[in-house]
């Protein structure tokens, strides 16, 4: 296991430096920069900060530059926040994302197994057709317009909880964020989990458990479930990484300072360091996830290998 954690680690350099690679080239090649502004700067100030941020010179000296800093932790300081470098402005946004995407993930995933199991213990059943009905409903709603409607209803029209910001990061302002990021990842493992499981209970070992006279609850849960769990799993990787880093839309929504806001910020305004800063740090949550998930496969399935 040791020696398969170790390849995957090394494997994920090249993936990195891949993405890193793409990200830079793609940001400097996109129509305008970070000091295009409605009313132009005049032509000393506009090089003299040129000059300081490096964006003078040839794109492949800038690259090597940005790639070096990159190696040693450092992303650089933000073309926009100016008293802040991307690190600083990462690190104080990170906690926020990572709460809000934490109790999302759990609601995604617990709701998800759990109705999906339900579900898949009743097929064809009223609960069966409800269940699935509103899944792919919630699959098919995109987090922009899920957010804004939560927010007219809950907190403009009832006035139960607030519309948005952070507040003291209580169950009130929390709420409408987590619900919105949630939902739609819990229809996705609701649907993943009633799949797997009504393959799961139709397998030899299934009905072998059952055959010998097994406790439903054993079968369902110690056999059954746990087979299930690994098209679950395979999902949860990325899932995962893009929830815990927090959601773009709900973010900016909901008035969030997370690390998606930052890159919505950061993409509007040209800031090329602060992007940079977050599609390095998603990539390397995708790249540690997806290890985890490679891990999870033998401890749930016992047949997997990792020689």
Do not use: C
Not at 11 to 25: D, K, L, M
Not at 26 to 32: C, F, H, I, S
Not at 42 to 65: F, G
């Amino acid at each position: 296991m040791f020696r398969f954690v170790l390849r995957r680690l090394l494997s994920a350099i090249p993936t990195v430096f891949i993405v890193v690679t793409i990200s830079f080239f793609m940001m400097r090649l996109a129509p305008g920069g970070p000091f295009n502004l409605e009313r132009p700067l005049e032509p000393q100030v506009l090089a003299a900060l040129n000059k300081t941020y490096l964006l003078d010179q040839p794109l492949v000296v800038q690259y090597w530059h940005y790639l070096k800093n990159v190696l040693q932790g450092d992303f650089g300081p933000s073309f926009i926040y100016r008293d802040y470098t991307v690190s600083e402005l990462i690190l104080q946004a990170l906690p926020y994302s990572l709460v809000l995407g934490s109790w999302a993930l759990l609601i995604a995933v617990v709701g998800g197994v759990a109705v999906g199991t339900y579900a898949a213990l009743r097929q064809n059943s009223a609960f069966d057709y409800a269940v699935m009905s509103v899944a792919t409903l919630g699959i098919t709603i995109p987090n922009f317009v899920l957010g804004p409607v939560l927010s007219l209803v809950f907190a403009v029209i009832l006035g139960w909880v607030p519309a948005g910001g952070w507040g003291d990061g209580g169950f009130r302002e929390l709420v409408l964020p987590v619900l919105a990021l949630a939902l739609p990842q819990l229809a996705v493992f609701a649907r993943l989990t009633r799949g797997a499981m009504l393959e799961s209970l139709r397998a030899d070992h299934v009905r072998t458990a059952r055959a010998y006279g097994l406790p439903a609850r054993s079968v369902v849960v110690t056999h059954a479930l746990r087979s299930a769990l690994m098209p679950v799993v395979s999902y949860l990787g990325p899932t995962a990484a893009s929830v815990l880093t927090g959601s773009v839309v709900v973010e900016t929504i909901f008035s969030l300072p997370g690390v998606g806001r930052y890159f919505v910020l950061g993409a509007l305004n040209r800031d090329y360091t602060l992007v940079m800063g977050t599609v390095v740090l998603i990539s390397l949550f995708i790249v540690v996830f997806n290890l985890i998930v490679d891990v999870l496969y033998a401890v749930i399935d016992p047949r997997v290998r990792y020689e």
